[in-house]
């Protein structure tokens, strides 16, 4: 031990670190390699970074005393964002503090083969005759006499000559649009990958490409680690703001992570790293300017201001990116502060632009992005969802990954199916879909979204429901899962402010599909079709989607079509086809960006959004 | 005084420094910011960096033995690129051993003014609209709105959200090509700057100029520092092939002496260097490749091949330039190894290339390069003049400088001229042209370079002349100017060796001319034009280079035309004008180059331009 650090050992992992007294314990778990799920910021508000300590730990503070029971504190229970370390300590880290290891994320994506494969890099085996005394063209007019013209950048320039002679005139040329990138000895030609990224706020998914054939070697999630600095893009932007290093601590963080999963997609193919030679980054407009480090403070204030529009070609290593040197990064262009990159790639995979009648796409997410296609223009607009349906702000709520509920179904009685096939730990976005619809359908919940008591239900609600009224910590709650049934020992519980969440977060969505519908004079039966992309639209179902007034209504289900992870599907095709790229620049200038606060209807739209519909769609 | 470190005085600068014993006093003297003449590179052979020094001295070396008298020695005499310090020691540097602060370079250049000013930098105010709740466009679009579509570098989108927001949407851009380089706060439209530099081998010329109004503000010359590795191209090449640092040495020592005269230009003009936005330089292939540290390996061998044909536009600052951060560098095309962007220069200073009959182009310098345009099609050569006309390998010779004799006329007697109006101290070239067609015409040199000896002359040579055929180092030579009217007190005299170097020299360039002439089926009578270029041409004689066969005989003096610094001018010109460098690029590629010692009449060619002409011309 060294003098004047105090040891704190993590369990299960028996990791230990060295600390000064004082150090928030989320610190000392970074310096275990441990990153603790932090979606309010470290604000000591969202409860989800509990541990249990032995040892010297602070005296609670006034945010775990309101967050834990006082049996939980007796029993050691911290949160890690508040206790600070006063002497040696042994923290017991549960897996429900943790970021998921396995996600329930989409990475498959549908339709989203480019008509042709005409990737920006490009390579080309050449064997030029080496010069000679009849011969003594310029060494890059040699090769451009075989391949055409191109730019080359000063640092390759002046490897070239050497590399040339040594590879005796043969080798493989790399050019990324009229740029030579590269000369490799040997035919490398067989060796060209991209790498597309779907920068999700919560989720990054990341997808290995082979530029010669256009397949896709290997796919890889993993959870965003900017969350630890804040749940939604909002919190992130402030912390850009008021933290000297932190916009580039959220680019390291996000590159680091990037880092990493090429480093897993390039093992998993077996295919060096150093032959990436474009990255393409789809995400909504603050990811994306995190990525490039660009200021994000307009994006935080009204009216929201990108500072860039149209897509950005920068060189990946200016991100911090390790592939090929003088590897690219392509960025989406966005349409607006709220509506970014992501909105564009899924009005590119779902060629939303070319629908054969009106159809709506809905990206379901932090922000809920909503486009409308009236069969001439394209409108979009986002809505402030907020983070119930990724799991945040619910009492018991967690994302996707093992342990979840993901579907609840009233077979005789209450069912819930976990994913992982575990006792249950929480409930992620889809329960609380199913729970609300249920909860409707039945009379336990009134339109108004308030949870009704046992004495205020009709006759013949089903006992199995009515005998799951409670009260949680003194207020209006219905019972998931008994305690003895749970993963953890505690019920799993969905409250009274729960349910509000889920109110707001579907009745931000309704709010703005009717202003976009209203203003197309469209109503929801004139739309061909009701798309829904994003990693999360492929577990949810539809008729309690519709339920809860988050799908429009009276659209029949077979219009209804899951698109997968579309974000991810743009970035794969702007890597793949320059002429992809094209037209995500258009879609993104011809796109009309909505600002629903502004629209004459919205506050009726909004208050009429915020109560449930009243019956089944 | 530092221990173990020796103090090394300089006079008449005064200047002390501090060294080891066993250093070279070339390099004590580098330390004193003394940047001694080396034409040879240091090999102790040119006798240029002669020295006096007081106090304890190496042993002379046989090369010092060789260079240097017996007396010479005795008084203290040492070469500064042999002699080493084993003492404290007051060192006496001659102005002859400096690069000339003067030298007699021709900066101006005729004709040159682009037909449109068009240039690839442009600067625009503009005044945005601010966004507002009703206009959230994104930062870029708005200014693109304005000025019309442009890339952007990573750096510059990172600061821009802040910049426009600071200026509250005011300022002015500033674009290269279809880059956005900068915006700036208020209006500087009136302030965009580049600098065109000529790359000479032994002279660098920088003029400014302002991009706004086509006007050159200043202009300014100096020694190419690298001359201190070696005088002539194929040195330098050695010196980066065989030292680890050796090009990067080279690299720098031009940079810095481009920076030195970037701050003259700026200061004299009184505007700010972070105002000049493009930087254009115009040299033989090896500057460029050095300026660019390019291996100019390839350079150094059969058969001579530059890295780049095309012209590369490169980061100002990845050369080390210190003006705008986002500045670019175009360095000009090349048409071969000895053909570079000095020649295409002068071919696109002199519209060579649209001339209205057979013109011929000589540019007389260390490497003489001669182009062709028989009416239809351009072809170039270089040939291996030598130094002679710069006055290297000459036995008195020097650069056009103060005390160097530029002139010499027989007026009655003879009679010289002498740069600064001081006693000479030296030849330059078009003294040494002068001298051979004098002693030619007297029948002092017979045209088979002999001097001859006074018994050997014929009746009726001028007392004067003959007087002065005496020996030197007991080889014949002729007496210029008695060493009582010299500014160091030694004669001055041409030896039967430099008339041999002066032989060489002019009977390269008339063997490449001939060859050329040859190819196109032409005669010197058919040339409408002889064009003379580079920074020497407008000092020359024009009967006398046609007495010694520098240029091309039965050719009507009206019709040999001085055209001044056309490498410089070539630099301007693409500065100035994107038209000007697309000309460039296609001169470099439609200029046949012509290696004249593969042409099947070379060896005869080149034996018979050995030999002087047998008469005027």
Same mark, same amino acid.
């Given at each position: 031990?060294?003098?004047?650090?105090?040891?704190?050992?993590?369990?299960?992992?028996?990791?230990?670190?060295?600390?000064?007294?004082?150090?928030?314990?989320?610190?000392?778990?970074?310096?275990?390699?441990?990153?603790?799920?932090?979606?309010?910021?470290?604000?000591?508000?969202?409860?989800?970074?509990?541990?249990?300590?032995?040892?010297?730990?602070?005296?609670?503070?006034?945010?775990?005393?309101?967050?834990?029971?006082?049996?939980?504190?007796?029993?050691?229970?911290?949160?890690?964002?508040?206790?600070?370390?006063?002497?040696?300590?042994?923290?017991?880290?549960?897996?429900?503090?943790?970021?998921?290891?396995?996600?329930?994320?989409?990475?498959?994506?549908?339709?989203?083969?480019?008509?042709?494969?005409?990737?920006?890099?490009?390579?080309?085996?050449?064997?030029?005759?080496?010069?000679?005394?009849?011969?003594?063209?310029?060494?890059?007019?040699?090769?451009?006499?075989?391949?055409?013209?191109?730019?080359?950048?000063?640092?390759?320039?002046?490897?070239?000559?050497?590399?040339?002679?040594?590879?005796?005139?043969?080798?493989?040329?790399?050019?990324?649009?009229?740029?030579?990138?590269?000369?490799?000895?040997?035919?490398?030609?067989?060796?060209?990958?991209?790498?597309?990224?779907?920068?999700?706020?919560?989720?990054?998914?990341?997808?290995?490409?082979?530029?010669?054939?256009?397949?896709?070697?290997?796919?890889?999630?993993?959870?965003?680690?900017?969350?630890?600095?804040?749940?939604?893009?909002?919190?992130?932007?402030?912390?850009?703001?008021?933290?000297?290093?932190?916009?580039?601590?959220?680019?390291?963080?996000?590159?680091?992570?990037?880092?990493?999963?090429?480093?897993?997609?390039?093992?998993?193919?077996?295919?060096?790293?150093?032959?990436?030679?474009?990255?393409?980054?789809?995400?909504?407009?603050?990811?994306?300017?995190?990525?490039?480090? &660009? @200021?994000? /403070?307009?994006? *935080? #204030?009204?009216?929201?201001?990108?500072? +860039?529009?149209?897509?950005?070609?920068?060189? $990946? %290593?200016?991100?911090?990116?390790?592939?090929?040197?003088?590897?690219?990064?392509?960025?989406?262009?966005?349409?607006?502060?709220?509506?970014?990159?992501?909105?564009?790639?899924?009005?590119?995979?779902?060629?939303?632009?070319?629908?054969?009648?009106?159809?709506?796409? &809905? @990206?379901? /997410?932090?922000? *809920? #992005?909503?486009?409308?296609?009236?069969? +001439?223009?394209?409108?979009?607009?986002?809505? $402030? %969802?907020?983070?119930?349906?990724?799991?945040?702000?619910?009492?018991?709520?967690?994302?996707?990954?093992?342990?979840?509920?993901?579907?609840?179904?009233?077979?005789?009685?209450?069912?819930?199916?976990?994913?992982?096939?575990?006792?249950?730990?929480?409930?992620?976005?889809?329960?609380?879909?199913?729970? *609300?619809?249920?909860?409707?359908?039945?009379?336990?919940?009134?339109?108004?979204?308030?949870?009704?008591?046992?004495?205020?239900?009709?006759?013949?609600?089903?006992?199995?429901?009515?005998?799951?009224?409670?009260?949680?910590?003194?207020?209006?709650?219905?019972?998931?899962?008994?305690?003895?049934?749970?993963?953890?020992?505690?019920?799993?519980?969905?409250?009274?402010?729960?349910?509000?969440?889920?109110?707001?977060?579907?009745?931000?969505?309704?709010?703005?599909?009717?202003?976009?519908?209203?203003?197309?004079?469209?109503?929801?039966?004139?739309?061909?079709?009701?798309?829904?992309?994003?990693?999360?639209?492929?577990?949810?179902?539809?008729?309690?989607?519709?339920?809860?007034?988050?799908?429009?209504?009276?659209?029949?289900?077979?219009?209804?079509?899951?698109?997968?992870?579309?974000?991810?599907?743009?970035?794969?095709?702007?890597?793949?086809?320059?002429?992809?790229?094209?037209?995500?620049?258009?879609?993104?200038?011809?796109?009309?960006?909505?600002?629903?606060?502004?629209?004459?209807?919205?506050?009726?739209?909004?208050?009429?959004?915020?109560?449930?519909?009243?019956?089944?769609?």
């Amino acid at each position: 031990m060294r003098e004047a650090e105090l040891p704190v050992t993590f369990q299960p992992s028996g990791k230990t670190v060295y600390v000064l007294a004082g150090t928030k314990l989320i610190e000392a778990a970074g310096g275990a390699d441990l990153a603790l799920d932090l979606p309010c910021g470290g604000e000591g508000v969202c409860g989800k970074c509990r541990v249990v300590v032995s040892g010297k730990a602070s005296k609670p503070t006034p945010a775990e005393i309101e967050a834990l029971s006082a049996e939980e504190i007796e029993a050691g229970c911290r949160l890690a964002c508040q206790s600070s370390v006063i002497g040696p300590l042994n923290v017991e880290v549960p897996p429900t503090s943790l970021p998921a290891a396995r996600h329930k994320i989409l990475v498959e994506a549908k339709e989203t083969a480019p008509a042709v494969v005409d990737p920006a890099v490009r390579k080309r085996y050449v064997e030029l005759s080496p010069p000679d005394r009849g011969d003594d063209d310029p060494d890059l007019i040699r090769l451009e006499n075989a391949i055409g013209p191109f730019d080359v950048d000063l640092q390759l320039l002046r490897e070239l000559p050497g590399r040339l002679r040594k590879t005796n005139f043969r080798g493989t040329a790399v050019r990324a649009d009229g740029r030579l990138i590269d000369f490799e000895p040997g035919n490398t030609q067989s060796e060209c990958f991209a790498v597309a990224v779907d920068l999700g706020t919560t989720t990054l998914v990341a997808a290995l490409l082979d530029l010669g054939t256009g397949n896709e070697l290997a796919v890889t999630s993993r959870l965003n680690p900017q969350t630890s600095f804040g749940d939604d893009v909002l919190s992130r932007i402030l912390h850009a703001r008021q933290e000297p290093d932190g916009l580039d601590q959220l680019g390291r963080a996000v590159a680091q992570a990037v880092n990493e999963m090429i480093g897993e997609l390039t093992r998993q193919a077996g295919v060096g790293r150093e032959r990436v030679y474009e990255l393409t980054f789809s995400g909504n407009t603050t990811m994306q300017q995190l990525l490039c480090r &660009v @200021d994000p /403070g307009p994006l *935080g #204030e009204v009216p929201f201001v990108p500072a +860039a529009g149209r897509g950005q070609l920068v060189p $990946a %290593a200016d991100l911090g990116l390790h592939v090929h040197p003088r590897a690219r990064a392509y960025v989406l262009p966005v349409i607006g502060g709220f509506v970014g990159g992501d909105t564009v790639s899924g009005i590119l995979a779902t060629s939303l632009g070319e629908a054969e009648g009106p159809t709506l796409l &809905v @990206d379901i /997410g932090t922000n *809920g #992005e909503i486009v409308l296609f009236d069969g +001439a223009k394209l409108s979009a607009a986002s809505t $402030a %969802a907020g983070p119930a349906f990724e799991g945040a702000r619910i009492s018991h709520g967690m994302r996707g990954s093992t342990g979840a509920i993901e579907k609840v179904v009233l077979d005789g009685r209450l069912r819930v199916n976990v994913i992982g096939n575990v006792p249950p730990v929480g409930l992620c976005g889809s329960a609380l879909i199913d729970l *609300g619809a249920l909860l409707l359908r039945h009379g336990l919940l009134t339109p108004q979204g308030r949870l009704r008591t046992p004495d205020q239900l009709a006759e013949g609600v089903m006992p199995d429901l009515a005998r799951r009224l409670m009260l949680h910590r003194g207020k209006p709650a219905f019972l998931v899962v008994p305690a003895e049934e749970t993963g953890h020992g505690r019920p799993i519980v969905l409250t009274q402010g729960d349910l509000r969440e889920l109110q707001l977060a579907a009745g931000a969505i309704r709010c703005g599909t009717q202003i976009l519908l209203r203003r197309a004079a469209l109503e929801p039966t004139d739309l061909e079709n009701v798309l829904i992309g994003g990693g999360f639209g492929n577990f949810i179902r539809r008729s309690n989607a519709q339920r809860i007034g988050l799908l429009p209504p009276r659209v029949e289900h077979h219009r209804i079509r899951y698109q997968g992870n579309t974000s991810l599907a743009g970035a794969r095709l702007t890597a793949l086809s320059q002429q992809a790229r094209r037209q995500a620049e258009q879609i993104a200038r011809r796109t009309e960006h909505v600002d629903l606060s502004r629209d004459p209807d919205f506050a009726a739209a909004f208050a009429e959004a915020m109560i449930f519909p009243e019956e089944e769609a």
